[in-house]
């Protein structure tokens, strides 16, 4: 039973384009999001989050918008380069418990 | 500030042995939390210590075990391997507190024969 759920596992975008991921998860309890990315042979990088009392943040290139009534959230690199080619994570917690619930990742590739 | 440090890098176990993976915290957090990643199971959450204790487990066998020091590092052990066990196990750490933010450390390759 999947509670994290990254229905495209690749998705390719030109440099300088806009790159849309998306993530959906069905346990209501879930109040924090994150995103990572992940090359290959390391651990994953922390990139973005978001609470469950906003539905947008943004941190430079990197937006998250969150859809709580959709059960949806999604990250947008704004502009596309070819650096943010990597597999990227969704995951999220519920309240003070640490454990992070990850989707199964969707590969970006950047072409330049 | 040094990030979350793991040894070793690498490692090569035969069925039945048993495994000590190690890892060391940013400085200053005191949650550590361990996960299995696979090709088939993809990220999967082990266990979670702070204070020296554990706080959640996931749904992993006995044989999947961890501890964690005064100075925040932790252990995780693995006892009679098993080739399913073969994995990227990843080591994570972050401050205590309403955000969940976990940094991971670039993992131990864990092989078994």
């Known amino acids: 039973d999947q509670q994290v759920k990254q229905n495209s596992p690749s998705l390719s975008v030109q440099e300088g384009r806009i790159s849309i991921l998306n993530c959906d998860y069905t346990n209501s309890m879930f109040d924090y999001f994150l995103w990572y990315k992940k090359y290959p042979a390391e651990g994953p990088t922390f990139l973005i989050s978001?609470?469950?009392?906003?539905d947008k943040n943004e941190d430079g290139r990197f937006t998250v918008f969150l859809n709580k009534s959709a059960k949806h959230l999604s990250l947008h690199i704004v502009p596309s380069q070819p650096g943010d080619s990597a597999v990227y994570f969704c995951a999220a917690s519920t309240g003070s418990a640490r454990q992070l619930t990850f989707g199964s990742g969707t590969q970006l590739t950047v072409l330049p | 500030k040094a990030g979350v440090t793991q040894t070793p890098r690498y490692l090569i176990k035969t069925r039945g042995q048993q495994v000590t993976l190690s890892c060391s915290p940013i400085s200053g957090h005191r949650s550590v939390s361990w996960y299995q990643q696979t090709p088939g199971q993809g990220l999967q959450f082990l266990f979670e210590y702070f204070s020296e204790t554990q706080r959640n487990k996931g749904n992993f066998p006995g044989r999947f075990s961890g501890r964690q020091f005064s100075n925040s590092r932790s252990e995780m052990n693995v006892s009679t391997l098993e080739l399913g066990d073969s994995a990227l196990y990843l080591c994570?750490?972050?401050?205590?507190?309403?955000?969940?933010?976990?940094?991971f450390g670039p993992g131990t390759r864990l092989t078994v024969t």
């Open positions: 994570a750490s972050s401050r205590w507190g309403a955000k969940n933010e976990q940094y």
């Open positions: 978001i609470s469950s009392i906003k």
